[in-house]
């Protein structure tokens, strides 16, 4: 269990309105002291309850959930499927001020997708796909994360692919390659020694 900045605050209040209540009572304002004590032990329950909220992280988590869905109400959609990725450079950002500030930029709304444990924002472009993922346990990947991670396997095995097919070319040829560009290929060849090419004539 661990106090937030909050929860820390209004323990430090208390502890001050209890020193200013021992004060008031030596010096006879027992009217003021008594309304100092009142005051420190509604910060003290205040205190109590940070804390307690703090230490179940699915309340920490739907309470983060709900704050960004409720002040970025305006420029959110939701949306019951991973958004097309495909085609586009996927950044991955830090934080959803970081994903606003894209927004601010490109002026598309930004789709969610909520889940029990994870809810991904990905704000699409012509060309990018900017994406920020808030999950409850670091270590579960998102429906947004496991598509990121397929078209991760996706290209480098295309890649792959057209390594292998320039490779084995062995005469001047058309290749047509996964990126859908065609390309006029000729192997290259080594320069054979004079002393080859007299074996080659014997």
């Not at 703090?54 to 109400?73: F, G």
Request: charged share 30%.
């Amino acid at each position: 269990m661990k106090l937030n900045g909050k929860g820390i605050s209004l323990l430090i209040g208390a502890i001050l309105l209890l020193c200013g209540a021992f004060v008031l009572y030596q010096r006879n304002l027992l009217g003021y002291a008594l309304l100092c004590v009142t005051v420190a032990v509604v910060l003290l329950i205040s205190a109590v309850a940070s804390l307690f909220h703090n230490s179940n992280p699915t309340r920490v988590y739907d309470s983060k959930i709900r704050d960004i869905l409720t002040t970025y109400d305006s420029i959110l959609v939701k949306s019951n499927s991973v958004p097309k990725l495909e085609g586009r450079n996927i950044i991955l950002v830090e934080s959803m001020d970081d994903l606003v500030d894209a927004q601010l930029e490109i002026r598309k709304p930004i789709c969610y997708l909520k889940q029990i444990e994870s809810c991904s924002f990905v704000l699409l472009d012509d060309k990018e796909a900017y994406v920020y993922v808030e999950k409850l346990h670091s270590e579960d990947l998102s429906p947004v994360e496991i598509e990121i991670e397929n078209l991760k396997v996706k290209k480098k095995s295309a890649e792959e692919m057209d390594s292998e097919m320039l490779r084995d070319i062995e005469k001047t040829t058309i290749v047509k390659l996964s990126n859908k560009k065609s390309y006029k290929v000729s192997p290259v060849r080594k320069k054979k020694t004079l002393m080859e090419e007299e074996i080659e004539l014997i």
